[in-house]
């Protein structure tokens, strides 16, 4: 599982070739798709990181009957021991879990191949696309990687790293004429689209304020002191674009608070509130940005805040985002609300958002859970004018990519829709670090009018072999 193809293992390691040598070394013509998949072929998919959110997403494409999962690619060897404990996912039906090997066996009826190098997947020509659940900081070069070999990508969120790989992924799917869709499934909600329609009709009225929230209980971790690499473990690969660091436990555990691999929980979770907000609004870019806030409530070995306020000015309409990482009564919506008809408690939803109109206020949630418009109470009691149950949209989402790499044309989260709205939380971030200096953005440029230092954070430094080229 962790052998890898000779030459290139030789060359990456000797240093004579970068990343994008290495992933020339791949690529198809542009003009000609990884298959012609006819109506009656299955959709070949690579599941590429399957230890957290890439197994959940992955072992649900392998219960659509037009897809066939072939592979599963993973730095971490021991997730295809057949003798560890099963996995788990609670997209996973119970009586159909066991390793993740055995679970797609179970869920397809056909055990796909695991590698160690998601190179591997990429050589092979039989396979159409590629689903990318790695960690934050491998989202953009695993994307690019895979459009280059003439592979479409589901990437799940937040898309990139930072602002400058983000617009590389757009790039290199524009180049190579792939179908990128990323994993903000609510544009596929069916519930949502309704949201949509109901604001562009016009009732909710002009909109000035939208609200989105980020609250719930995310504790901190104790420092722990660097160790020997596990040795079922590629950590140069996992580290992949990221600055060159011995083995931590905490990064590899927690990778999602450290500045080196994301951008914190307003990056990490927020991203789904953030497009949904900027979908059903139909705004682009910001003119300016502030943030504030710090990591207060626990100390520990996490970089990135627990506390965290940014304000965003579009034309002729405000932003506001709120994260508190320490407020374990916030309410995460269940399950069973977002399969079921019934609504969040809104004022304790984790993660809503929150519309304000000149005819009325919508509250919105993500991942089901409905929405719904309140207008001046009556008795000073709630008047609902407008309501709609909503519903988990995982498969929906899925089937989009399936049915765009069919039709070739761009799914509902398009690479381009996801990079404009990640960008939101890193342009909060780029703020937040500068000690809470407001930002002018150019959206012709991409790129802040008032800090050079503020743009020196657009773009990050890469070590070979795993550089995002310039040329992609």
Known sequence: MSEQLPRRDFLARSGQVGAGAIAGSLALSPSKPAKAAGANEKIVLGIVGVRGRGYCVGASFAEHPDVEV??????????????ASPGYSRFVPKDKRGTRLESFEKLQG???????DFRK????????????????HWHALATIWGCQAGKHVYVEKPVCHSPWEGRKMVEAARKYDRVVQVGTQSRSAPYLMKAKHYIESGKLGQIHMVRVYDQKRWGNVKEVANSETPKHLDWNMWNGPAPETPYNYNYWENWNHFWQYSGG????????????????????????????????????????????????????????????????????????????EMFPHWLQNTSRVEIFGSEGLMVVGRHGGGWQV??????????????EYGYWSDKEHQQNFIDSIRSGKKPNADIEEGYRSTLLPQLANISYRLGGKKLEFDSKTESFTNSSEGNKLLKREYREPWVVPENV
Not at 110 to 116: E, R, Y
Not at 274 to 291: H, I, N, Q
Not at 374 to 387: D, L
Request: proline residues 6%; aromatic residues 12%; without cysteine.
């Open 110 to 116: 056909k055990a796909p191949k695991t590698v160690q």
């Open 374 to 387: 309140f207008g001046k109470p009556k008795s000073r009691k709630p008047n609902v004018i407008a309501q």
């Open 265 to 340: 929980d307003s990056i990490n979770d927020s991203i789904h509130q953030f497009d949904l907000a900027r979908w059903l609004t139909g705004v682009e870019y910001p003119k300016t940005v502030y943030s504030t806030g710090g990591r207060w409530h626990e100390e520990g070995a996490y970089k990135t805040p627990d506390t965290q306020v940014a304000v965003y000015e579009f034309d002729k309409m405000v932003m506001m985002f709120e994260m508190t990482l320490y407020t374990p009564y916030m309410i995460l919506a269940d399950q069973a609300l977002r399969d079921g």
């Open 70 to 83: 072939a592979y599963l690619a993973d730095v971490d060897a021991s997730l295809f021991d057949t003798s």
């Open 121 to 136: 997947v990429l050589d092979d020509k039989s396979v159409d696309a590629i689903v990318v659940g790695t960690p934050d």
